[in-house]
């Protein structure tokens, strides 16, 4: 499973969105690969890894078979990678 | 051509043959010189995170003209969207940065040409905004900075360009040939122009018919023949010459710059002529562009401001003073006044409109509004500051002193570096250098060179306070709100 990242643009992140980036990552290792979204990449998931509430990064431009995923929290991490192990059984 | 990295534009401005003058001297490499070069390191910093997928997200834009992924720096703003993204940006490059990161004046001013080319053809059937658009997708396709030039020297400030006792006050037109122009003058105070690639110049203020060799836009790059620059001075701005100098400098990698920019006879071709005597559209293009700096200052002196409250909370942690519940309500109170700023900074941007061009404007009314309120709380907020990190942040003994091996002669037999850190040590387990290094950024930001962006251009930068009350009174409303009251009394006239 392919898995899109799109970070916002961090202008005032309540956490470190980088950390959160690489603990997903580590956490989905041989479930997912996780890489940093790029236009006209196809991918099974997007996720959209926002700084605060707003959760204001423009993703539109990506294409992904299912909806985006978001996070703007730290506490935030533990449902997103439930979801994407969920998607992959 | 790609989004260039710091390391690319640092390169790309070796190959400019800019002319610099620096203490009456002529510097050749300036690029490398150790007090211009913390103004380009922070500039770099405007490339570095666009290529940072953290960080891309507000630094980078699709281009409305080519549909390429552009340096927001160079883009159109296509919706409300966009400008609050502008005012984003601006607050992470001053998180980042702790300085004037200087590439908003051409953002500022792109945004002013382009939609006032646009009214300018309208009436007189001219072709500027088509020059403009072709020139803006060359700044885009080379990913290059540019200077945003209105402020002239002024010279009288109650008489009008033409009544000057000398022409050249005002930056003029002083022939017109088939292929271009021919300018001179200066503009003052410029942000960045040493490290800008172009320059992109437009009059001062609304004019009349009289002053019309005045009304002129253009842009030039920045080496051309009869076109150079005279550094400003900052406060405390010979400390980078120091040997080493790291701790002193309160801020050791980034910095601001301005310039006199002079123009002794430069020759514009036709292409780079945006405004040649439309004396009528002056007012309008000045009050762009000042609307849209004053929305700038909504975002990049907050990021500034997130450091200073980040470094006052340090310093009052470092003396063993955080506990006092009024230091706790300073660091409220200067939280409060940087996000009031950021409200007005977003506020403006979300109340946006399109312009007859298509790209989008601020809320002129509470842009100014939002910059009115930067000429007061940056200095509220460094007064508290000081107020919070104590007299040693101009006492402090220097660096060398702190690493001074020399013995005193004295009983103890102590050396200076010794006795340094045995008085001003404070909070057990924090290093003196750390307490050195706070204090340090703070005297930098509250009177040191950093300033002159915190301080100084805050008041001053994108129009002194009474330009913005003159705004305000203007697009007030007050008849609207006369008759609110007359309603609400029962006035029936
Ligand atoms: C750090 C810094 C960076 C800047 N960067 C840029 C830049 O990148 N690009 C750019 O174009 N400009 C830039 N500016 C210029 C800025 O816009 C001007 O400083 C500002 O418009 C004020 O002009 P002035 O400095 O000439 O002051 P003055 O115009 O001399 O103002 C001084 C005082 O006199 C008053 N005054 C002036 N004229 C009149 C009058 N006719 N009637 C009544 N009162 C008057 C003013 O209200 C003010 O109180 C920068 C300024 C600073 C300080
Ligand atoms: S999501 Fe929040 S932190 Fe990230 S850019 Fe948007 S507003 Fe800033």
Known sequence: ?89 | MALMNGAQYIESLRKLDTKVYLFGEEVKNWVDHPMIRPSIECLAMTYELANDPQYADLMTAKSNLTGKTVNRFSHLHQSTGDLIKKVKMQRLLGQKTASCFQRCVGMDAFNAVFSTTFEIDKKYGTEYHERFKKYLEFVQENDLTVDGAMTDPKGDRGKAPSQQADPDLFLRIVEKRADGIVVRGAKAHQTGSINSHEHLIMPTIAMSEADKAYAVSFAIQSDVPGLFMIYGRQSCDTRKMEENADVDLGNNKFGGQEALVVFDNVFIPNDRVFMCEEYDFAGMLVERFAGYHRQSYGGCKVGVGDVIIGAAALAADYNGAHKASHIKDKLIEMTHLNETLYCCGIACSAEGYPTQAGNYQIDLLLANVCKQNVTRFPYEIVRLAEDIAGGLVVTMPSEKDFKSTVKVESESGMTVGEWCNKFFAAAPGVPTEDRMRILRFLENICLGSAAVGYRTESLHGAGSPQAQRIMIARQGNIEMKKELAKAIVGIKK
């Open chain 1, 1 to 89: 499973m392919l898995v899109g990242v799109k970070f916002c643009g961090g202008c005032n992140p309540r956490y470190d969105r980088g950390k959160a980036y690489e603990a997903i990552k580590k956490e989905l290792a041989g479930t997912a690969e996780l890489v940093i979204a790029e236009e006209g990449g196809e991918y099974d998931f997007l996720l959209v890894i926002g700084g605060c509430t707003n959760c204001c990064a423009s993703y539109s431009q990506y294409h992904a078979k299912h909806g985006p995923i978001k996070m703007w929290d730290e506490a935030h991490m533990d449902d997103v990678i439930k979801k994407l192990k969920k998607q992959e059984e």
